[in-house]
Structures are given as structure tokens and as C-alpha cells.
Nanobody, 119 residues
Framework: QVQLVESGGGLVHPGGSLRLSCAAS????????MNWYRQAPGKQRELVAG???????NYADSVKGRFTISRDNAKNMVYLQMNSLKPEDTAVYYC?????????????WGQGTQVTVSS
């Protein structure tokens, strides 16, 4: 079982930056793939960025070159550095932990943190 707590959201002007943090409980954090999802009003939740337990990363095309995901296994933390923010980045951002074994997987979610990009 993993508990996730996000922080770092807020209101920022277009072109600004925010750093989201996700604190995870449990002793097996390093085994989990960690992801950031977001959900805007009236839209489906979408994957923003992911980082595997070995450190490989992937990004949605809409955020490539602007967002950076990282993790600190010693601190059980995952981060999302968001630069050059745009109004369309406005959403609730969720931290996700995924443990995969064979063809099965378990997903854990945080409560979400609101990011609003507006002038």
C-alpha cells in the first residue's frame, strides 16, 4: 500500500513556473513507476509525465521541453518541474504510483493539487 500527497500547486501567470512535489509512504518506493496525470474541467484525465523505477522518463507531447519529472528514492519523493506554463496547463494534477508484476499492476493516487495558469 502506498499513500501519496501532492503539494506545490497554485496560481501562476502564463510563462511562469511551478514545481509540484509528491511524497510517498512505504518502503518499496523505488520499485514503483511514478507518474503525473492531470484533469481539466470537462476533460478526461491524461498522462503528463512518467518515470520508471530505473529513471527512464516519458512526456506528453504537449509538455515536452517545458516539464521535467524527477524522483528521489532516498526521500520517497517525485517532482514535476513545470516551466513556460500556458493557460491550457490549468488542471488538477495527480500523482500516481504504479507497481507492475508480470501482466498485473496496482495503481495508487494522490488527492490532487490545483494548478491554474491565468493572467
Amino acid at each position: 500500500q502506498v499513500q501519496l500527497v501532492e503539494s506545490g500547486g497554485g496560481l501562476v501567470h502564463p510563462g511562469g513556473s511551478l514545481r509540484l512535489s509528491c511524497a510517498a509512504s512505504g518502503s518499496l518506493f523505488s520499485l514503483y513507476a511514478m507518474n503525473w496525470y492531470r484533469q481539466a474541467p470537462g476533460k478526461q484525465r491524461e498522462l503528463v509525465a512518467g518515470i520508471t523505477n530505473s529513471g527512464s522518463t516519458n512526456y506528453a507531447d504537449s509538455v515536452k521541453g517545458r516539464f521535467t519529472i524527477s524522483r528521489d528514492n532516498a526521500k520517497n519523493m517525485v517532482y514535476l518541474q513545470m516551466n513556460s506554463l500556458k493557460p491550457e496547463d490549468t488542471a488538477v494534477y495527480y500523482c500516481n504510483a504504479r507497481f507492475t508484476w508480470g501482466t498485473a499492476s496496482s495503481d495508487y493516487w494522490g488527492q490532487g493539487t490545483q494548478v491554474t495558469v491565468s493572467s
